[in-house]
């Protein structure tokens, strides 16, 4: 069974700090991995996605993959309450497999 | 402007009476997705369609159906609701090309099953 593990929190950070959120995956041969944020009652869009080792940067929002411990992080520097959301990571595998979330919570 | 829409957005029901949601997209993509989100889960595949091709996911209950009678028209058919299938049932549409794995998603329908 393929799965995208997350913890679901919920993550509370005051407002400008660094929010981590943190997403394992089980398939060794993964390839591709996403962040998609969903507002409470929305549909989720994309954020980020990371194909390759290493660290992929865009603005505020900072990707991290180790394929090696199979592990893929989000990183967002100086949050802000607006970021106050789900955070899905996914997998595709043929098809986009989702983890159930981190929720994340910034306080002003 | 709207490119994935869902409709209706909230749809009561009763144990056992078919419901149809509907979903439309304006971008010409050739996958059409079905996702049912439950309160605090991972949005689960449900079915997909690449171009008229449709793609059951193995675990799917018989109880869903789906048609897609063009490229810009997807439904879902749950012939006979039950309790445990009061969801978001999101909608979502990908590209052949470019990157793979960036879903479209529409606004959502909330089912309640009463």
């Known amino acids: 069974q393929k799965e995208v593990e997350q913890n679901s929190g919920p993550l509370s950070v005051p407002e400008g700090a660094i929010a981590s959120l943190n997403c394992t995956y089980s398939?060794?041969?993964?390839?591709?991995f996403f962040w998609y944020r969903q507002y409470s009652g929305k549909s989720p869009e994309l954020i980020m996605f990371?194909?390759?080792?290493g660290d992929k940067e865009d603005g505020r929002f900072t990707a991290q993959l180790n394929k090696a411990s199979q592990y893929v992080s989000l990183l967002i520097r100086d949050s802000q309450p607006s970021d106050s959301a789900t955070y899905l990571c996914?997998?595709?595998?043929?098809?986009?497999?989702f983890g159930q979330g981190t929720e994340l919570s910034v306080k002003p | 402007d709207a490119m994935v829409i869902q409709n209706p957005r909230y749809q009561v029901t009763q144990f056992g009476k078919p419901v149809t949601l509907s979903c439309s997209q304006t971008?010409?993509?050739?996958?059409m997705y079905w996702y049912q989100q439950k309160s605090s889960q991972a949005p689960k595949l449900l079915f997909h369609?690449?171009?008229?091709?449709?793609?059951n996911e193995a675990d799917t209950p018989d109880n869903f159906q789906s048609r897609r009678p063009n490229t810009s028209f997807c439904f879902l058919d749950i012939r006979s609701p039950g309790l445990g299938d009061a969801a978001m049932y999101l909608c979502?549409?990908?590209?052949?090309?470019?990157?793979?794995?960036?879903?479209?998603f529409g606004e959502g329908s909330r089912l309640t099953v009463l």
């Open positions: 979502a549409t990908s590209r052949v090309t470019g990157v793979t794995g960036e879903l479209f």
């Open positions: 398939d060794r041969g993964s390839q591709s």
């Open positions: 990371i194909y390759s080792n």
């Open positions: 996914a997998v595709w595998e043929g098809k986009l497999i």
């Open positions: 971008l010409n993509h050739n996958v």
């Open positions: 369609y690449y171009d008229k091709d449709f793609n």
